[in-house]
Structures are given as C-alpha cells and as structure tokens.
C-alpha cells in the first residue's frame, strides 16, 4: 500500500508542473472510519472534509470510544471490557495534487490527534519490597497526544462515493494516571511506562481507510 500511494503521488506530483486541470476532491463530504471498531480502543467515528482554498481542505474527525462497540474480545489485552470509554479528536489539514490521468486523487497531510479515555487494567505488582507478586486492577487515566505527517488518496467506486485511504509516520506522549494502586506496589518490569503518572514519547503510524460520500 505504501509503495501504491509513493508511486501515485509521484506520478501526480510530476503531472502537476504541466497540468492545468483542477483537482476533483471533495468541497465537502461526510465520512466514517469502519477500522476503528477493530482497535485495541476500539470507536465509532465520523468526519467532516470541507475546501478551504483550490487544493487544500480541513478534515475535522470525532470519535466515541466504547469496549462494547469493538470486534473482539478485549480482555486479550488486558482490558476489562466494560470499563473503556472516552473520546478521540483529530484535526488533519491536506494538499490535494492537481489531477492528471489518474481515476486517484493523492493528497499530502499533517494531522494533531487527541485521545482521552478511561479503562481498568489488570497488572502484576511487586508487593512489601518485592516479598511477592499480586495482580492487581487498577483505574486508568489515559491522554495521548499525536502528529502525524501522511500521504493518501481519495478513490471514488460512484459518482459520488469514495475511499479514502492513507498511512503515515509521527511521534505520539502518553500520559497516564492510575488510581486503586497500593503505595507499597512497584512495577515487575523495569518498564517507565508501568509507573503511577507515568508520561512518555513513542514513535507512532498510522493507517486506515474512510468510506465517504462528496455532498458538494
């Protein structure tokens, strides 16, 4: 998929110095995102793409998060699964390429995502300077902070129906905060992100694919 959207875009980027035609993408569509039902923290999200100049246009994203709205199972992951809710928010600004010869439209984007959440996850403790090992369930507090750069492409299956599909790379802080864990209790891994108010940078990806109809 990566080497699709590489080799389109530089196809189109190539066409763009020659073409005059103007690109086709959406003046304003309504989208959702069928994948994040199949998350870890799985959601159901819709989104609105509106122009705002020839080739550039806003995408404002909102989600609700729910266990009871995903796919599987999610106490493989340690969840338990009534305890998960919150709310993911994304603001994502795209360049659209002119377009040349191609049926795809291919976009350049940087997008901000925010991500609030609750849960309760089960965790092994060290307990009474490490004496022993008790699992214990903890409330969690969970804030994620992302931007991401990606490459996409809008791909219309009728006059007014539409994929949308892109990947991307970026960096993404965590903070969580826990509550019900005993003073005494130390992590059993020597992992940072295992402690109390516990906040640190990862590097992130992101990827998916939007159903979305053109309204204007």
Not at 171 to 198: H, W
Request: aromatic share 18%; glycine share 6%; proline share 3%.
């Amino acid at each position: 998929m990566v080497f699709f959207l590489l080799t389109r875009i530089y196809a189109f980027s190539q066409n763009d110095t020659i073409s005059k035609n103007q690109t086709k993408h959406p003046l304003f569509a309504l989208k959702i995102a069928p994948l994040c039902l199949i998350e870890p923290t799985p959601s159901f999200e819709i989104a609105v793409e509106y122009a705002i100049k020839q080739q550039w246009s806003l995408q404002q994203q909102i989600g609700y998060m729910n266990a009871r709205l995903g796919v599987f199972d999610l106490h493989v992951f340690g969840y338990e699964y009534n305890e998960l809710k919150g709310i993911r928010l994304r603001t994502e600004a795209k360049y659209y390429f002119r377009k040349a010869k191609f049926d795809e439209h291919p976009y350049l984007a940087a997008d901000v995502l925010y991500k609030c959440f609750s849960d309760s996850k089960e965790e092994y403790y060290f307990r009474y300077n490490a004496s022993y090992t008790e699992k214990i369930a903890t409330k969690r507090k969970n804030q994620v902070f992302a931007l991401h750069l990606k490459i996409g492409a809008i791909k219309y299956f009728y006059s007014k129906f539409f994929f949308d599909i892109y990947v991307g790379i970026g960096i993404r802080r965590k903070d969580i905060t826990k509550q019900g864990l005993p003073k005494d209790a130390e992590p059993t891994v020597s992992d940072f992100r295992f402690y109390d108010d516990a906040g640190y940078w990862l590097g992130s990806m992101t990827g998916g694919v939007k159903l979305g109809v053109k309204i204007k």
